[in-house]
């Protein structure tokens, strides 16, 4: 048990836990036997339904949490209510350094908000940001910040690049990460003097670690030719999810468009179509920025969804990416 | 022809201009023949291809115009090129009445630096904001600012909101349009001070004019609950933008998905998706806030979407766009 990787997992968050969770867990070790869960939840509740799922239960250590924050809460009424929620207590086992990695499909702002207080920031990081994988024509990429911070400086925007470059090698390359800026244009005079500065102070400095690519427009994100997209947490909000609603969109309408007659003649491909655009493969946002990784799944995926969310957080820990993180940012800091 | 809706076009900008300019004025009469069209462009090219078109040609008037701003030059440098360009001279057209609208598949930015030299705001307003059509679940939304304005004020986005409204009447109902400000949350307490501040003086101000609906986030921009979305510049442009480079992906991997025994039983299926989905009836970007209306088709688009902007024009001044803002604005300020 001692190679393997420490999740302190929130079983009590999201759409449909805990089953969707202990039946992530389930898939997960049908493909690696690599990690060891500390579920935090409500103890007898878990203890049923582990009993279920033998097969399970040898990679699983249970922790009593009487209390549980609502998905539809306050973040700060959520943080409040109480250390003795499965949240807070499944973040609080990062800080002891008895888990390596925190895991929870609960409320996303409750959750900034418990690793704000109960985990210090990297040195030199005063705002953590929160970054979420994208499809691509070649893959995935990495787009942060998504809404942990609603204004940022350029000190803010350099140190996403760092932090977004330490992810992307933790989690599908050691190549020099592409990054660019996201803007309304590609001309140096595009955008406001927030996203100028920072320009220059990532033209300036001679990277190492990451190669700047200058300025990228909202059509171009998902192209592939950029690794490390870097923007305030605000505008990366409004991009994720006037994304995800697009995507929503034109399927319902693919839906409507098709007869059951070339549904079935189209069945094979449509579903090599939906297999490629699975939400579910790029599910899991990663905290970036304190001294443990927190990685949020998505509060509605499913139990295939959270399995993916649980091979994110063994690569993150696997790849050291804290330490990856901070030799970014004294490189930048150089 | 007195009573014809009188469009001034600039004839020589956008890819494939003149050609795709006078095409798309002859489909255009295939459905009405209540514009006339002013062509500010080459005389001996336009007169040229006019002859080979003479169907067309009892509906235009052809006004030498020498010079052309190129589709990649910078706004300043092609604004301030000449006094004898085609778009310049049809711009200018509005300022002396001589027309009733302006109409350019040319360089966006300079479109929106010669609207702002050459015609007066409405009084009131002091930022015009572009405004685009978007497609939804049920027909279409207009979005704006889409990329006018970078920085934005409570006062500016107040005023987006009255003339989202009226383009909205305009174009597709009188009904009272439901207004939304693009946010990261729906909660009061959500997103940036100016937000809050633009919030509480919709909230505030008992409109009749539009129905104010409050936050709305990004993945609800097309679930067509909402018909005006106000935003500033800057971020309307990363939404626009993001939108179109999903889509964009999303197609891309439907077609590769597609083998040619499905593409050949979903055929049917697939134009008519492909037909809800076509950009080029949501071709047509409108700079609101002047004295006169100025469209912007897209630069890319073919003879059909050009046709589509010529309708959106007619709509524009049958429906007195302009006094419709004006009222707007009396209501905001009384």
Redesign the interface.
Known sequence: MTNKVKIAIDAMGGENSPDKILDGIEISLKTSKDNFFYLYGKEDLLKNKILKKKEISKFCEIINAEDVILDDE?PLSGAKKSKKTSMWKAVESLKEKETDISLSAGNTGALLVISRVLLKTINGISKPALAALW???TNMNIVLDL?AN??CNEKNLTDFACMGSALYKSLFSNNIPKIAL?N?GL?EYK??DILKKTFNILKENKMKNFDFKGYI???????GDIDVVV?D???G??????????????????K????I??MF??Y???K??KD??DPRKYNGAIFLGLQAPVVKSHGATDAIGFAHSINVCNKIVKANLIEKIETNLITVNA
């Not at 427009?217 to 192209?223: A, Q, R, V």
């Not at 909000?237 to 319902?252: P, S, V």
């Not at 409507?256 to 007869?259: A, P, W």
């Open positions: 306050s499809p691509n024509q809404g609603i204004e996201l309304v001309e955008g406001n427009e909202g059509n171009h994100i998902m192209d923007t947490g605000f505008t909000n409004i991009a994720l999810k006037t994304a995800e609603g697009t995507a929503t969109f034109i399927q319902n309408n693919l409507k468009s098709l007869n007659f070339s003649f189209s094979n491909s449509l090599k179509f490629k655009l």
